[in-house]
């Protein structure tokens, strides 16, 4: 055999295996540095090597950091790896791992998502908490996300709230000559929306309250029927009741604000100036987000930012309730050979006060602890962040959702479909309402 | 005697220049074909085989692939479904039928667009000066380079209703302020489609009208010029030159462009998933995303795969058809 044959079959082979090894190696996750061996001493007893998933964030991300760190040094036996993912990319990802088994020791899993995988997860064994412990340690509105028929599957660490509370520009709200000192009712709060509003050639070029978004809508609806007295399930949780009287005045409500043109739905909505975009290139001059946006936007805004305050909304009834969907939170894999030191870290950075407050404060996130909503936590964390204070005040009115049973095609295909084709004409309340029941009831199967 | 005959096919395969050849060959396709078979085949045979279970993944179902148990096995449930034309059936099969019609309605719009941009473009630049022809080729081909989410990203902001350049034209050219949303007021409907679904067809166009160019630019120069000067000399004029001679000529290639065109605009997902994320009121709801949605988004795994299952046969039978019609019977 020739000289030039055997390197072309070697050059063949070589070509073959990085190939192979090209396709084997596919994916976007990305491992901690330092996270691998670096504390994976034995002085504490065996050497455990925990993996644990989050979607990527630096602000969560390093939070997570921090807390593996944290509880690294105090068992120097145990070792952390953090991988990340973006956000779609982590969905799809934990959707086939966990079925096939090739799931982390820990999951950073958003609460709303995780009865839906209640199969693939441990429950929070009692000594590290009961659902009872769990109900006095944490808002009702997180923990409502890792509960599951009375079970508890993860700890969370952040109250993820949309409603509540409305970003307001104080300096559009000054030169519009609008008080902001806040609202007692609807009325008011629609009325100094119409002073913020410009309206050039009979198009709204800034919007006075920005409301239309999936999120922001869905959550007003809802929590307006609540406040309303009334209930968007039946008793049992096993149907949606949204074609009521009650629902017919929240949408009648939501829909009167795009009738007085102070925001135009076809323009502002979740797809052309999402609320956030809006509200920070300073085209909405009030808008309808958690308090997440303003840490997002704030580096590319800071001007905007100084002129932002948050001011709760107002109530329809007497009730201040309104709805808050699970925010992020600690699970444990049912696959994880290590659960029990899985459990004790979710516990050290989920349940103790102190760990939990550098979570939130790291993450510029809402604490999910009732204990650091209060006191001197409290005061670091408005320190931190004083957007927070308002958010604050209204949280204890905050209540979880529910377990529906298809949280984003209810909230991102139904509501939001009919509340806009209500808005728009295409549809009456009445047939808005009675489409939106239809089709939320068909999500039960 | 049959021992002799087997020594010798092994000779063939094993021994000698012609064994080290298919050996050889074996060797670089296996890899390709192996490729195929673990990332093609398995996931194609897997979604015909999902189509017939109510299969979601958060669900743990039996031990074998997680299969029966809490993930059923529904028969023809799932198509069954589809055929439900009820007024109160579920909204994953109205949004399905909307899927169908949209896909439809794009497929069947983007062909005769495309084809009519690129024929004639193509025999225009073929029509030109050696030295002009590879700037032209060069010039409708980039496009087909872009990624399509910055595609989609682009048209997003030329047709943004108050920053986008269309709308910034036109209220420079009428003094008013212009707000037209393009891409998200369900009202805006022209000749019944309706306008969010004509933007995402504008940007598929501009961007893959280069890819059937060249094509055609091949076609065309592959065609003899001695059967043109035959017209020609038979008094033919350029008009019928072309309509007569060159386009029949093309008939195989127009063929190929149609089907290529018709298949890649069944499967385009991400201009409507960038540019309108299927609104507004699901009127550019693909079927592309609304399997997606359905598979990714609510874990509808097994009606995902049905939905899918209905567009390999969409696609199946329009090519098949395509090919029927536009069959040619000689050669030249």
Known sequence: ?445 | MSEAIGVGRRRRWFGGREGAQKRFVAGVTLPAVAFMAVFSLLPIVWAFALAFFDFSPRRAGSPFLGLGGDNPFVGLEHFKAMTDFSADQPIQVSQFHTAVKVTLAFAFLVVPLNLAITLPLAAMIESVHTRVKPIFRTIFFLPVLASSVGVAIIWGFVLHPQNGLLNGAITRITGKTTQIAWISDPSLVYLGIPVALLAVLVAYLWQDIGYNLVIFIAALQAIPQSVKDAARVDGASAWQTFRHITLPLLKPTILLASILTMISAFQVFDLFQVMTDGGPQDQTRALSLDIYRNAFRYQQMGWAAAVSVVLFAIVFVISLAQTRLLRNRWEY
Request: glycine share 10%; hydrophobic share 40%.
């Open chain 1, 1 to 445: 055999m020739s000289r030039r044959t055997w390197t072309m079959r070697w050059l063949t082979a070589v070509f073959a295996v990085m190939l192979l090894g090209a396709a084997c190696t596919f994916g976007e996750g990305e491992t901690d540095g330092d996270g691998g061996d670096g504390g994976g001493g034995t002085t504490g007893g065996e050497a455990v090597t925990l993996r644990m998933w989050a979607h990527r964030s630096t602000s969560f991300n390093a939070a997570l950091r921090n807390a593996a760190r944290a509880y690294e040094a105090e068992h120097p036996n145990v070792s952390i790896e953090l991988e990340t993912f973006d956000y779609d990319s982590y969905i799809q990802t934990l959707q086939t791992a966990l079925p096939a088994g090739n799931a982390p020791d820990i999951i950073h899993m958003f609460g709303t998502w995780t009865c839906s995988y209640a199969d693939y997860l441990t429950t929070v064994p009692d000594d590290i908490a009961t659902l009872p412990d769990a109900q006095t340690a944490f808002f009702s509105g997180p923990l409502g996300g890792f509960t599951c028929d009375d079970a508890l599957y993860g700890l969370p660490q952040e109250s993820n709230v949309e409603y509540g509370a409305t970003l307001v520009n104080t300096a559009m709200a000054d030169a519009a000559g609008v008080s902001t000192d806040g609202w007692t009712s609807w009325d008011e709060l629609i009325a100094d929306a119409k002073k913020v509003t410009v309206i050039q050639d009979g198009a709204i070029t800034r919007a006075g309250y920005h409301f239309t978004a999936g999120d922001g809508l869905a959550h007003s609806f809802l929590s307006l029927i609540l406040q309303g007295g009334g209930s968007y399930l039946n008793a049992d949780g096993t149907a949606f009741t949204l074609d009521t009287p009650e629902g017919e005045r929240a949408l009648t409500l939501l829909k009167s604000m795009v009738d007085q043109q102070i925001i135009d739905p076809v323009v502002y909505n979740d797809e052309q100036n999402w609320v956030g975009d809006c509200y920070f290139t300073e085209l909405c001059a009030m808008g309808l987000v958690g308090p997440w946006a303003v840490a997002d936007y704030k580096d590319d805004y800071p001007e905007v930012t100084a002129n932002t305050i948050y001011l709760e909304l107002p109530p329809l009834e007497d009730s201040k309730t309104f709805i808050a969907d699970s925010g992020w939170g600690l699970a444990v894999s049912s696959d994880s050979p290590k659960a029990d030191v899985a459990w004790d870290f979710a516990r050290f950075a989920a349940l103790v006060p102190e760990n939990a407050e550098a979570w939130n404060l790291t993450s510029g996130t809402l604490p999910a602890l009732v204990e650091n909503a209060e006191g001197a936590a409290r005061d670091r964390l408005v320190g931190a962040f004083p957007h927070f204070e308002t958010w604050f005040n209204i949280l204890p009115n905050a209540q979880f959702v529910g377990q529906l049973p298809d949280r984003d095609r209810l909230y991102y295909e139904i509501i939001y479909n009919h509340a806009l084709a209500a808005f728009q004409g295409g549809e009456t309340v009445d047939e808005a309402l009675q489409a939106m029941e239809a089709e939320a009831n068909d999500t039960f199967g």
